[in-house]
């Protein structure tokens, strides 16, 4: 890629980043920022963390953010630096660019509203009208965005029921290579209601707990957020713990120590929900650009 294209996507970037910060401060959140290196991070069977000095670099900061709600804040933002170990392509790096808000007395349903809020916001502030141009694709932002359970999606695009993957453990490669590629392309689209078992740090919904409240959302079949009704019963959370590092322990993969100050904070969190998006990835669309190595400053290989 060329230098003045290269310049004119880290300008674009900063936009973007400056807007997302407009957005929230104009909304009555407040900006925070907790530490990077922590002594324990979230269990996850399928995101390894980087360690260092006996601690961990966070792959997102929820657990410190999940603890501030319990101490009696209730709407707080923060765009951090995460870092995932052995994650590189076209659309992932080991050290990324993550936006995470949470909010009081919200459900995933609001989030899901917010969420379009922010994309349009950002699309005016940079004066893009109610279209966006990604690659071969051109999203339309205007209007209602497409919202549909993840159930619907593997009857309308899977070669699979539902229920038949999850039984061969086909979810994540059918989720992979014939869903997401559907999703987002017309519209923005949100995917939610996962199955209970890929719940992770989400409730489970009370009229059919064999489904969380939780969803994704994609444009230009691109995954850019995870969002949740946040799951407050410690020991619930504490069985999800150990079960992702049992699935860990069958992978050969190293058992992460469960974060018990977070556990012992969480009786007192109240009722929120909370979102992880990734800025990289939404910088990528807004800037057409095939790869996430166009708008980073430098790619991992250049340092």
């Known amino acids: 890629m060329d230098q003045k294209k290269h310049y004119k996507n880290l300008a674009t970037r900063s936009l973007v980043i400056q807007a997302i910060r407009d957005f929230f401060t104009g909304n009555h959140y407040l900006e925070v920022d907790t530490p990077i290196r922590c002594p324990s991070v979230i269990p996850e069977a399928q995101i390894d963390p980087v360690t260092t000095e006996g601690h961990f670099l966070h792959a997102s900061p929820e657990l410190c953010m999940k603890r501030l709600l319990s101490t009696g804040f209730d709407k707080i933002f923060q765009i951090c630096k995460c870092f995932r170990?052995?994650?590189?392509?076209?659309?992932?790096?080991?050290?990324?660019?993550?936006?995470?808000?949470?909010?009081?007395?919200?459900?995933?349903?609001?989030?899901?509203?917010?969420?379009?809020?922010?994309?349009?916001?950002?699309?005016?502030?940079?004066?893009?009208?109610?279209?966006?141009?990604?690659?071969?694709?051109?999203?339309?932002?205007?209007?209602?965005?497409?919202?549909?359970?993840?159930?619907?999606?593997?009857?309308?695009?899977?070669?699979?029921?539902?229920?038949?993957?999850?039984?061969?453990?086909?979810?994540?490669?059918?989720?992979?290579?014939?869903?997401?590629?559907?999703?987002?392309?017309?519209?923005?689209?949100?995917?939610?209601d996962y199955p209970a078992r890929l719940a992770s740090l989400a409730k489970l919904k009370q009229d059919n707990p064999a489904f969380a409240q939780r969803f994704e959302f994609y444009m230009a079949g691109i995954e850019l957020a995870n969002g949740f009704t946040e799951l407050t019963d410690p020991a619930e959370q504490h069985l999800r713990f150990k079960k992702e590092n049992h699935i860990r322990k069958s992978q050969n993969k190293a058992v992460i120590p469960v974060p018990e100050k977070f556990l012992k904070d969480l009786h007192a969190m109240p009722d929120a929900a909370g979102i992880a998006l990734g800025v990289d990835r939404l910088v990528m669309i807004f800037c057409d650009a095939p790869s996430i190595d166009d708008i980073v400053t430098f790619t991992p290989e250049a340092l």
């Open 85 to 192: 170990k052995n994650e590189r392509g076209s659309h992932h790096l080991p050290e990324l660019t993550m936006l995470e808000w949470y909010a009081k007395d919200n459900t995933y349903l609001d989030l899901m509203d917010q969420c379009q809020g922010l994309i349009q916001f950002i699309a005016a502030k940079l004066t893009l009208k109610n279209q966006i141009r990604y690659q071969d694709k051109h999203i339309r932002l205007d209007g209602p965005w497409k919202k549909l359970t993840v159930e619907q999606a593997f009857d309308i695009y899977a070669d699979k029921s539902l229920n038949t993957a999850l039984e061969d453990n086909s979810f994540d490669e059918i989720m992979s290579f014939q869903i997401e590629p559907c999703l987002g392309n017309t519209t923005p689209a949100f995917l939610y």
